[in-house]
């Protein structure tokens, strides 16, 4: 049973600063990975989806590596700003084309 | 422009009610989506439908309903609300070719069950 964990739960860094967030499945077995952000009363945003088939995708000061065979995914973000605070979720889909997500991480910027 | 809107955005309500929430989407997509995101934060499916039929209807008690007028919208009712049913509830839409596709969510719908 395909299982997506991220960690940390929270997370809080001073603004301009790099940092990762990380996501791990435990089947490697996927068609493909997305990031999402979720802000309050606003729903998710889709950042990024990496196809089975790629390594990482870019957007912006995102970016999203993807390495299936360990099974997992990194989300960088360079030069945080307050307005990153959000919770970013990742989810994949699985072999039985189920999309299966993680709890997030809360990530909190500080000017 | 909003391209997934739902309403209400906050329900407050009392058990064994019956509420509806709606959900439109202006993006043209064939395939639309119920989740249920419960207090750890996980998202879980419970419908999906492609052009107004049913495609995915996971483990969901038959007390909730779906029904989709037309393929911009698709409503969710549920029937005899539990305190369990307290969650916020995501609409979603996207391309046809299901959950391979990149999707679009709505605001979302806190439900509380007093």
């Known amino acids: 049973k395909q299982e997506v964990t991220q960690i940390p739960a929270a997370l809080s860094v001073p603004e301009g600063e790099n940092l990762v967030l990380n996501c791990s499945f435990t089947?490697?077995?996927?068609?493909?990975l997305q990031w999402f952000r979720q802000d309050p009363g606003k729903g998710l945003t889709s950042l990024l989806l990496?196809?089975?088939s790629q390594r990482e995708q870019t957007s912006g000061r995102l970016n999203a590596s993807l390495d299936k065979s360990s099974g997992r995914s990194t989300l960088y973000i360079a030069a945080s700003q307050p307005g990153d605070s959000a919770t970013y979720l990742c989810?994949?889909?699985?072999?039985?084309?189920?999309?299966?997500w993680g709890a997030g991480t809360k990530l909190i910027i500080k000017p | 422009d909003t391209a997934v809107s739902q309403t209400p955005k906050y329900l407050v309500t009392q058990m064994g009610n019956d509420k509806s929430i709606k959900c439109e989407q202006n993006?043209?997509?064939?395939?639309m989506y119920w989740y249920k995101q419960d207090s750890k934060k996980f998202l879980k499916i419970m419908f999906s439908?492609?052009?107004?039929?049913?495609?995915i209807n996971e483990t969901v008690p038959n007390r909730f309903s779906p029904k989709s007028p037309d393929k911009a919208h698709l409503n969710l009712h549920i029937n005899s609300l539990e305190l369990g049913d307290s969650a916020v509830y995501f609409c979603?839409?996207?391309?046809?070719?299901?959950?391979?596709?990149?999707?679009?969510f709505g605001p979302g719908t806190r439900l509380t069950v007093l």
């Open positions: 979603a839409c996207g391309a046809s070719g299901g959950v391979l596709n990149e999707q679009f």
């Open positions: 993006l043209g997509h064939d395939t």
């Open positions: 439908y492609n052009n107004k039929e049913l495609i």
């Open positions: 089947d490697s077995a996927i068609y493909n």
């Open positions: 990496i196809q089975s």
């Open positions: 989810a994949v889909v699985d072999s039985n084309y189920q999309l299966i």
